[in-house]
C-alpha cells in the first residue's frame, strides 16, 4: 500500500507543478456528459497520458483528459471521461484518480454517468440524484492491505451519498424545473447490457437504474471522507416486457440532449454547497 500512496502523491506533485491550486471539488464526467467541460474557466488541461500512473480512458466519447479550472465561482478538478473495470482494469486503478482528487485537497466529489432506467415511472433524459447504492461488480476498490494514511480499514457506508448534497440537489433541480428523481443505482461490470431475466431481478432486489460505473469511486471516495454527490442520466429504459436492443449512438444522443440539465445543476450546486 506504501507503493500506492507513494504513486497518488506522485501523480499529485505532477498535477500541482501545473496547477497551482486546491480544488473545492472533484467532477467526473459519464459517457455523453464531457461537454460540462465547457463550463470551465480552464488554466491547465491535462491529458490522462501525461499523469504518472494515470490510467487511459478508452471508453467511447470519454476524452481522456483533465480539466483544471473555476466553475460557479470555485476552483475544481474534471475528469472527460472516466475509467471502467470492463476496460479490464483493476478497481485500484479505476479509482486513482479520485485518490489524486482527494490528495490535492478535494473535499467533495461529483459523478455522473449514463445509465439504463428500470423505473417504469421514469424516462429517458431523466436525471435521477443517486440516494444509494448497490454493487454487483463482483470486486470492491479497498480489497487488499489498507494504508491508514489513505482511510479507515472499514469506512461506513451508512450514507455515502451527502444527505446536504442530495437536498440542495433536489433544491436546484426545483428551482431550474429539471424533471429530477432519487432512488438507488446498481454496478454491474459490462460491458454487455443486461437480459430481461436480470433487469427483473435488479429491478427486485430494490435497483432503480443500473450502470456500469460509479460504485467504485464513490466507495473510495467515502474512505477518503470525501462528501459525494451522484447524478444519472436515464439513456435508455430497461423494462423486461417491452425490453427493445440498445445502440450505443442511441445512448450517447439521449446523454448529450439531457446535458444541459446537468451543467446547469452541477454548475450550481458547485456554486452553493
Known amino acids: 500500500m506504501s ?3 507513494d504513486q497518488i502523491q506522485e501523480a499529485a506533485a505532477f498535477v500541482r507543478a501545473r496547477w497551482a491550486h486546491a480544488p473545492a471539488a472533484g467532477i467526473i464526467l459519464g459517457t455523453g456528459l ?4 465547457e463550463d470551465v474557466a480552464a488554466d491547465a488541461v491535462i ?3 501525461d499523469i504518472p500512473h494515470f490510467p487511459r480512458s478508452t471508453a467511447p466519447s470519454h476524452k ?3 480539466v483544471c479550472g473555476t466553475l460557479g465561482g470555485k476552483k475544481v478538478l474534471v475528469m472527460e471521461g472516466r475509467m471502467h473495470f470492463y476496460e479490464g482494469y483493476t478497481l485500484q486503478q479505476v479509482t486513482f484518480p479520485v485518490r489524486v482528487m482527494k490528495a490535492l485537497g478535494a473535499e467533495v466529489l461529483i459523478v455522473s454517468n449514463a445509465c439504463g432506467g428500470m423505473n417504469p415511472q421514469w424516462g429517458r433524459g431523466d436525471i435521477m440524484l443517486i440516494e444509494d447504492h448497490i454493487n454487483l461488480l463482483g470486486d470492491n476498490p479497498l480489497i487488499g492491505p489498507n494504508d491508514d494514511r489513505l482511510g479507515d480499514r472499514f469506512p461506513d457506508m ?6 446536504a448534497l442530495l437536498a440542495l440537489g433536489r433544491k436546484i433541480a426545483l428551482e431550474e424545473r429539471i424533471v429530477c428523481h432519487q432512488g438507488v443505482f446498481v454496478a454491474v461490470s459490462g460491458p454487455n447490457l443486461e437480459t430481461r431475466a436480470e433487469y427483473r431481478f435488479l429491478r427486485a432486489i430494490g435497483a432503480d437504474v443500473v450502470g456500469m460505473s460509479t460504485v467504485p469511486e ?4 467515502v474512505h477518503g471522507k470525501m462528501r459525494v454527490l451522484g447524478i444519472s442520466v436515464i439513456t435508455d429504459q430497461c423494462l423486461p416486457d417491452a425490453l ?6 442511441d445512448i450517447i444522443k439521449t446523454a448529450n440532449e439531457a446535458e444541459s ?3 446547469a445543476l452541477v454548475s450550481r450546486v458547485v456554486a452553493e454547497f
Open 3 to 5: 507503493a500506492l500512496y
Open 34 to 37: 464531457g461537454k460540462l467541460a
Open 47 to 49: 491529458p490522462y497520458a
Open 64 to 66: 481522456g483528459q483533465l
Open 158 to 163: 451508512c450514507f455515502p451519498y451527502d444527505r
Open 218 to 221: 464513490v466507495i473510495v471516495a
Open 244 to 249: 427493445e436492443p440498445v445502440h450505443l449512438p
Open 261 to 263: 440539465k446537468l451543467r
